[in-house]
Nanobody, 124 residues
Framework: QVQLVESGGGLVQAGGSLRLSCAAS????????MGWFRQAPGLEREFVAA????????YYADSVKGRFTISGDNARNTVYLQMNSLKPEDTAVYHC?????????????????WGQGTQVTVSS
């Protein structure tokens, strides 16, 4: 099993920044990549960003490209999401997730482990 714990959410004004962190523990050797998803009330969970541990390749949703940056420390099994130029539409619960598959995917169902989530609220 792998446990994921997120931190860093909060309330920020539009245009501001937040940095989310996700620490993985347990059988982390089984993880090939990690990602961030978000879910706003009444909406489906959507992909935000991901990173593959092999090579460090990063992936972003079009809605956050140029504003968000995902990074990771493989040795510490930690992944970060730096969020700049935040908009009210970024308001959601942000979940960290880890996949056991080698191939990158934006499909939530392909991620095997999930954190509890951290609330991000952007006021206008």
């Amino acid at each position: 099993q792998v446990q994921l714990v997120e931190s860093g959410g909060g309330l920020v004004q539009a245009g501001g920044s937040l940095r989310l962190s996700c620490a993985a523990s347990g059988r982390t050797f089984s993880i090939y990549g990690m990602g961030w998803f978000r879910q706003a009330p009444g909406l489906e969970r959507e992909f935000v960003a991901a990173i593959s541990w092999s090579g460090g390749t990063t992936y972003y949703a079009d809605s956050v490209k140029g504003r968000f940056t995902i990074s990771g420390d493989n040795a510490r099994n930690t992944v970060y999401l730096q969020m700049n130029s935040l908009k009210p539409e970024d308001t959601a619960v942000y979940h960290c997730a880890a996949r056991r598959g080698v191939v990158h995917t934006t499909t939530p169902e392909r991620y095997y482990y999930w954190g509890q989530g951290t609330q991000v609220t952007v006021s206008s």
